[in-house]
């Protein structure tokens, strides 16, 4: 049987710039409870580089950030969702800044670099290490508000559901199944890259939040748009290491194995920069050269880059460094309209689990930490509070936990491996719609029903689980789409 159920008012799941974003807003209105599957810090927000985009230059315009918004999205974006992400932007950017982010500055006039796809220098940055500092500082800030409680090392299993409304989550924390009762759920779980044998996504990125919305009957909206970086560092690492577009924003160059610089413009949407790539590949190997640039310059700009480049043998001011695209960003997700409401009653998403449509068919670099934060600070006007009577009526699964050593855990440790190589193979950065239908889509099938009849089971076993159902939507919704766009390079 669960453990007694935790009752509270707002249940986040996630601790990224989405959730604790959020949860500093919704604690003005009730209690908060944090669950996130690791550590706190633990994200994808914490391994962000290069910054976040806003329009504050005096050359640059909401007009101009819209347009370089949509042109990046193959149009296939939600026009109204980009305007009001785009208007938030710069609001939102002082309010972080105003909790304790120190973006880079000269006596106080924020820096600005350029990324793919903006007609202007917009995004705001610290150092190389964006995400590092906003995780720190909202994670400070959540531990010590007194109507937030933080769960670390807590597994969000699945969510509580009935009459198509969220009553909360079932989630595993030490080896029990204990019921969070919320009067609303939030989803900001985050994206999905471990489903790719290279993704630059950290280990906690397995899809569980659309697999969870899945099974409760959540829209999932835009999965074949997953957005595959130019430019991680081409060595076998479990996640890759990135090298930041603001390397190419601040001067570094595209070059083949000849030295010659192949693409027409370095800097264009990542979905063209990385397709280039990917063709050039096929003749030899791809080098990112900032070598002009300074020692000093490049340990002061990207020291955390500088560094890690050094430990593998390159020298930023020397050499060349070897890069491949790697999956990294999931443009679609759980529908929601502007507000993050979902299709289902008291239950909501924010941050890369969600699909407001803002990226269309390929995101825009830095608009996804622009995204998680404009969309997830919106006040939460009204908390409506559910009565305890309708809580009564709820029921939980009854689930067995099973040992992390068990043989089918490490079984489950087999399959994900297995689930990474078919997502490479037939739904990475080149697609064939014909061999989805007739090989990837059986197999993934296949390993669904499999993982489906296990019952006794632990979040190794459960993150198995949401990586095929996460897998299935995606290749689902690639073999639809026959022609290609944005980030779906199909043939
Ligand atoms: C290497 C890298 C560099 C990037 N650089 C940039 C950049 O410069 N600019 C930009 O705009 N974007 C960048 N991005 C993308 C951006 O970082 C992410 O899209 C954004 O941080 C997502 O925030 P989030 O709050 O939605 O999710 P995350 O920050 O990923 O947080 C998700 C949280 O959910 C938790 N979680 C997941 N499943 C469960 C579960 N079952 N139970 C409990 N908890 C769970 C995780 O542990 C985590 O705490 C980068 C991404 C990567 C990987």
Known sequence: MPNNPIRTNFLVIGSGIAG???????????KVTIVTKKKSIDSGTNFAQGGIATVISKTDNFKKHITDTLTAGGGKNNKKAVEFMVKKAPEAIKRLAEKGVRFANKSGKLLLTREGGHSEKRIVYVGDYTGKEIEKVLSEKVKTHPNIEIMEDTFALDLIISKKSCYGCLSI???????????QTILTSGGSGQIYKCTTNPKIATGDGVAMAIRAGAKIKDMEFIQFHPTAFARKLS??????ETVRGEGGKLVNKKGINFLKN???????????????????????????????YLKKRFPKIFETLKKYGYDMAKDKIPVTPAAHYQCGGIETDIKGQTNIKNLFAFGEVACTGVHG?????????????VFSD????????????????????????????SNKTKES????????????????????CNKIKKTALPKMEEINQKLKKIKSINPEIAESQNMALTSLQILKAARKRKKPLGCHFAN
Not at 239 to 244: D, E, G, K, V, Y
Not at 385 to 403: A, G, L, N, R
């Open 413 to 432: 440790k087999k399959t994900k491996k297995e689930i990474q190589e078919i997502m490479w193979e037939y739904a990475g950065i080149a697609r064939n």
């Open 378 to 405: 919106q006040i939460v006007k009204n908390l409506k509070k559910i009565s305890e009577k309708e809580f009564k009526k709820v029921k939980f699964q009854k689930i067995k936990i099973v040992d992390k050593n």
């Open 361 to 373: 068919a390929n995101r825009l670099a830095s608009n996804s930490l622009l995204e998680a934060l």
């Open 266 to 296: 370095d800097l264009a949407s990542r979905d063209i920069v990385a397709k280039g790539i990917y063709l050039e590949m096929k003749k030899g190997p791809v080098f990112l050269d900032i070598s002009h640039k300074k020692t000093s």
């Open 239 to 244: 996640p890759m290491f990135l090298i930041s």
């Open 20 to 30: 604790l974003n959020f949860a500093l807003n919704a604690a003005e209105k009730g």
């Open 173 to 183: 924390y030490k080896n029990k199944t204990v019921p969070i009762l919320a009067d």
